[in-house]
């Protein structure tokens, strides 16, 4: 298995600091129109293929960042994006969910939020995501 790397020079040598800078990345795959589309694309494909977020478990407040993971997830999926991308965001939160210890409350009810109305008409894709890791 080849080790997923990163290259941030400019960042402080933080883990926390680097999987928040790739976070902040995801943010274009909101439009799939954009040119930043593919490249946020092939980042979550090696996030997803390297596991890379589990190892936020060894960082302080795991649960936080486990939450915002969760959030940028559901942003993505709230915006029109394709299946695909659906498809590689659940695999990223049922890798976090699945090797996790301890679940925050706040995490579990970013979920359930998606379920209830009128988040469950107004976005179906978003109540698909939630229904799926709840149910895994």
């Known amino acids: 298995m080849e080790p997923f790397r990163v290259y941030a020079p400019a960042l402080?040598?933080?883990?926390?600091s680097i999987f928040?800078?790739?976070l902040s990345h995801l943010t274009g795959l909101i439009d799939k129109e954009k040119e930043s589309f593919k490249d946020s694309f092939d980042l979550l494909q090696h996030l997803v293929l390297k596991d890379a977020f589990t190892i936020c478990f060894i960082m302080?407040?795991?649960q936080a960042f486990v939450l915002s993971i969760s959030n940028k997830v559901?942003?993505?999926?709230c915006?029109?994006?394709?299946?695909d991308v659906?498809?590689?965001?659940?695999?990223?939160m049922r890798q976090l969910l699945n090797d996790s210890i301890h679940?925050?409350?706040v995490v579990i009810n970013n979920m359930f939020h998606?379920?209830?109305e009128p988040q469950r008409s107004n976005n179906t894709k978003a109540f698909f995501l939630a229904t799926q890791l709840i149910q895994d």
Do not use: P, Q, W
Not at 74 to 77: G, K, N, T, Y
Not at 86 to 92: A, E, N, R
């Open 20 to 22: 928040l800078f790739i």
């Open 103 to 105: 679940i925050s409350n």
């Open 60 to 62: 302080d407040g795991e």
């Open 74 to 77: 559901f942003e993505i999926v």
């Open 12 to 16: 402080a040598c933080n883990l926390k």
């Open 86 to 92: 659906i498809y590689l965001v659940y695999g990223i």
């Open 79 to 83: 915006h029109d994006t394709t299946f």
């Open 114 to 116: 998606r379920m209830i």
